[in-house]
């Protein structure tokens, strides 16, 4: 294994599988830090955690414990992978895992970039951008988890971390890797957030972060990382191989992004069968994942089990019950029906949003995920089992026609 990724949920570890196969590399990915060695013609290897929203302490420790497994199937570089919108509170989790990590490998400089021009998110004088706005003008300031107020994320990044943050410009990467390298090494500050407007500009960040021994960022951070690798002739000829999966076909839908309730609205608009889960029906016990996993088994096409509701409807339930008992018991919700439909025949799994996707594998027991071909930017098609292949979508990845699309990519 040459590159160790720690990915924060699922769904953002599937996107960064889905660059590095792109650019020809072997990918893995492992639902939680596996208990054996990897396969030999792994080149990179996704160790997937749900710790973007657990207590601080926790998240460490288990990025670590990946960090632990990862150094011992060899890995020469490593990656942490957080989200492109870079989901965290002031408290954390990136800036406190970051540093463990850091400290761990010995890393001097470090740097932060969840740009990835190709899905919208820009960086430009250390602020953060979705399409032509904000960070925090973009939907993501009301995030029931979550919550991004400050574009800035030098300014972010430094109410989580013990130190300073320092800021490479797009100015000085427009310039070339050698510039970079430079500017790199004369930072005073350990962590150093970049700048990047264009696919290009994250090309020359990889190839100025060669030699680091530790990178953060979103997946596009990872375009320029195989590169390097196959320079040394250390990357397979033969690339991925991936096939698909025939059979019923079945959507969960717990992310309530403003992209994920577009794909909803256009699906319900199509015609196809859609079934509105109720948290307080769920919370109450009056509505079970038996219930939505016989509902599924009894409709043709492509039926649709989702709970993707607007800000203030989010905020309403979590207000009469609690953001960790909604998040707890939906989660718990998801999980359970995705194994009942897999157990009732379904080959062909479809999931929107990153915390219901990491509560789905789960639920399932997967422990290693063979990333396939693009879906959509950021989302590629997975195969889970001998009959069993999954897209994993983040809540703000894909467009419109997600669900009818990943169904057909996933049948191959």
């Not at 992209?259 to 948290?279: C, Y």
């Not at 203030?312 to 194994?339: I, M, N, S």
């Not at 594998?361 to 071909?373: F, K, M, R």
Request: aromatic letters at 6%; hydrophobic letters at 45%.
């Amino acid at each position: 294994m040459l590159l160790g990724c720690i990915g924060d949920d699922f769904t953002g570890s599937s996107d960064l599988g889905n660059t590095l196969v792109k650019a020809g590399m072997r990918v893995v990915q492992y639902s939680g830090t596996p208990a054996g060695p990897a396969a030999p013609d792994v080149e990179a290897g996704i160790v997937a955690l749900k710790s973007r929203t657990m207590p601080v302490a926790e998240a460490v420790r288990l990025s670590l414990e990946a960090l632990d497994w990862l150094r011992a199937q060899g890995c020469r570089q490593f990656l942490f992978k957080y989200c492109s919108t870079f989901d965290s509170t002031p408290q954390g989790n990136i800036g406190p895992v970051a540093e463990a990590l850091a400290d761990a490998l010995d890393a001097d400089r470090v740097i932060f970039c969840p740009a990835f021009p190709a899905t919208g998110r820009t960086i430009y004088q250390g602020h953060l951008f979705v399409g032509d706005r904000l960070l925090n003008e973009s939907g993501m300031q009301n995030h029931p988890l979550t919550p991004m107020t400050d574009p800035d994320l030098r300014r972010w990044l430094g109410l989580q971390t013990k130190g300073g943050v320092g800021h490479i410009p797009a100015a000085t990467v427009w310039q070339g890797a050698d510039t970079v390298r430079a500017a790199l090494a004369a930072q005073d500050h350990r962590f150093v957030v970049t700048d990047a407007v264009r696919d290009e500009d994250l090309a020359v960040l990889g190839q100025a972060v060669a030699d680091q021994v530790l990178l953060t960022g979103g997946s596009g951070i990872a375009l320029g990382l195989p590169g390097n690798f196959r320079a040394q002739g250390l990357l397979s000829t033969e690339g991925p191989r991936w096939r698909g999966q025939a059979g019923p076909v079945a959507a969960l839908s717990g992310s309530c992004s403003r992209a994920t309730r577009s794909q909803v609205d256009r699906h319900i608009a199509d015609g196809n069968p859609v079934l509105e889960i109720d948290p307080d029906a769920v919370l109450a016990g009056r509505t079970d994942a038996r219930d939505a996993a016989d509902w599924v088994l009894s409709r043709q096409g492509l039926p649709l089990v989702y709970s993707s509701a607007d800000p203030d409807a989010v905020r309403a339930v979590q207000a009469r019950h609690g953001t960790e008992a909604v998040a707890h018991k939906l989660d718990a919700f998801f999980a359970e029906c995705a194994r009942l439909l897999v157990a009732g025949g379904v080959t062909r799994l479809i999931t929107a949003g990153g915390e219901t996707s990491g509560a789905v594998v789960e639920g399932l027991s997967v422990e290693a995920l063979e990333i396939g071909p693009e879906i959509d930017p950021g989302v590629p098609a997975i195969r889970a089992g001998e009959n069993l292949v999954l897209a994993l979508k983040s809540g703000n990845f894909g467009a419109e026609d997600f669900f009818a699309k990943a169904a057909e990519r996933l049948a191959g």
